[in-house]
């Protein structure tokens, strides 16, 4: 194997290692918080900006995951494909950090008492989410972060309030993916390779769903899960796509 492929190999899978030795309990007390906020029609809010936009995507709406999370993503924000030019990174970079942006996107929506949020940023420093963190403890909504704990350690703040996500969050669940997120350091290239955190957030989030899934379950409150046909024909399937954006639906619209 040539050394590239071990050495990312064995960093993403120091990672996963690591989370699972030192982050289950507090995944643990993320995914109690979720199953009771949902349990109770409340609706667990989510936010990215970047490319942390994946992670609130891979918790809903897909294959295997269900009603009860409100994704909230920012096109401005998350909108990589034209890199330059007309909604390029520039923009999208310099927006994340414009303080006050947050408030502005949360502003569309009625919160309720049963609500929580799901907060995502591996620096932690972002403008836009700490904004909505300081929302969501101005409603006494609990908020949990995943977040890259040593980058976040190393990073300075940019909110006027000198505030990080790890020091807003009710749970902080690391990523524990190295300073700077790329692992590969190539022998004649001054610049690592290889970015880590989507793995860490994917498999985070993926822990906190099954989880949610099954507390829901064992309280009576078994969700409608977006199910491909392989598993239970082609009718049945299409027919849950329907029953679980209707559920979706009727959870979100008294939110706006």
Known sequence: MLNVYRDYMEATAKIIQDIQL?????????AQMFAKSIASDGLVHMYGSGHSRMAVEEVFPRYGSFPGFHPIVELSMTFHNQVVGSNGQ?????????????NRILRNFIFKPEDCFLLFSTSGTGNVVIDMALEARERNLPIVAITGVENSKQSAPKHSTGKKLLELADVVIDTCVPSGDAAVHIEGLKYPVGPTSTIANTLIVNLIKVRTAELLTETGHPPLVLTSAHFIGKEESAQLFEDTYDDYRRRVWRNQ
Do not use: C, W
Not at 22 to 30: C, F, G, L, R, V
Not at 90 to 102: H, P, Y
């Open 90 to 102: 520039r923009q999208a970079m310099f927006i994340e950090n414009i303080e006050g942006l947050g």
């Open 22 to 30: 030192t982050q289950m309990d507090n995944i643990e007390k993320a």
